[in-house]
């Protein structure tokens, strides 16, 4: 399984909850003492991340036995139970918040990107995700956009090209920024750039790029933009993309649409972990 920088990351949350122990914890429960926990969803969703979950136990103490119930990327129920884990308890209790807060997270990116993926079903396009990411989670959240259904754009800036508002101001129009942008370019990286308007699109279709981004042009004008290009570069439709406008905007015959809120602010998905009667 690919790594996702997880030790990194949980590594990270271990020193931000716990720098000096769990003082609770610690005073109530003894090392030996055994326990059994459930995670359970508290809402209807995609399921993702029980593997980070798995991770952050193991690390914690690899005493704690635990098995994940579900598939990854599957669609689960009000109070289904998702994850079982028995072992120290006071282990379980001290990497609760740190499991849950990555699962929920994960899981709500994943349930976002699967609401959109529907709504544009019986239309070509496809929906994916953006750079604005959560710092140190990139991997994590793009992991559960596709297993939400989505795919991935770019995941840094060495991926490809991609020329926006700015490095066209920069460099004195589209056709400079291609142009500049192609010197020295293996012929093996694609380009991209960023369109406003109709003389920005034809501009960019003579000087023959890979894609193109049609940046918060209305409904009409995504139509007007894929007659003119006739598949002779990939159109992504980006900018106001919302739940209720997404079937419209790919109803116009788009290759792409990117949305930025499907990792900058998603609402998490709810689960619990509640210890068994026994516990204790």
Request: aromatic fraction near 4%; glycine fraction near 10%.
């Amino acid at each position: 399984m690919k790594d996702y920088g997880l030790e990194r990351i949980i590594k990270t949350a271990f020193e931000e909850d716990l720098p000096y122990g769990d003082l609770t914890t610690d005073a109530l429960i003894p090392d030996k003492q055994l326990g059994k926990g459930i995670i359970t969803a508290k809402e209807a969703g995609i399921f993702a991340g029980g593997f980070v979950v798995k991770e952050v136990f193991r690390m914690l103490d690899e005493g704690i036995i635990l098995e994940v119930l579900v598939d990854e990327g599957e669609e689960v129920k009000i109070g289904q139970e998702v994850i079982r884990m028995e072992g120290p308890l006071n282990s379980i209790l001290k990497g609760e918040r740190i499991g849950l807060n990555l699962l929920q997270h994960l899981s709500g990116i994943a349930s976002a990107t699967g609401e959109y993926v529907k709504k544009v079903q019986g239309t070509k396009a496809k929906i994916t995700d953006t750079r604005k990411t959560t710092p140190g989670l990139r991997a994590l959240e793009k992991k559960a956009v596709q297993l939400g259904g989505g795919i991935n754009h770019r995941f840094s800036l060495s991926d490809h090209v991609l020329i926006k508002d700015n490095h066209i101001i920069a460099a004195g129009g589209i056709k400079q920024a291609i142009k500049g942008c192609r010197k020295g370019l293996s012929h093996t990286v694609k380009v991209q750039v960023e369109v406003k308007n109709s003389v920005e699109l034809h501009q960019a279709i003579e000087e023959k790029v890979d894609m193109i981004l049609l940046d918060n042009m209305m409904k009409e004008e995504m139509k007007d933009a894929v007659d003119f290009v006739e598949g002779r570069a990939i159109l992504e439709a980006s900018g106001n993309v919302t739940l209720e406008r997404v079937e419209e905007i790919a109803k116009t015959g788009v290759d792409i649409i990117s949305i930025g809120a499907l990792t900058h602010s998603v609402k998490a998905m709810d689960f619990s972990l509640n210890l068994q009667e026994d516990s204790g």
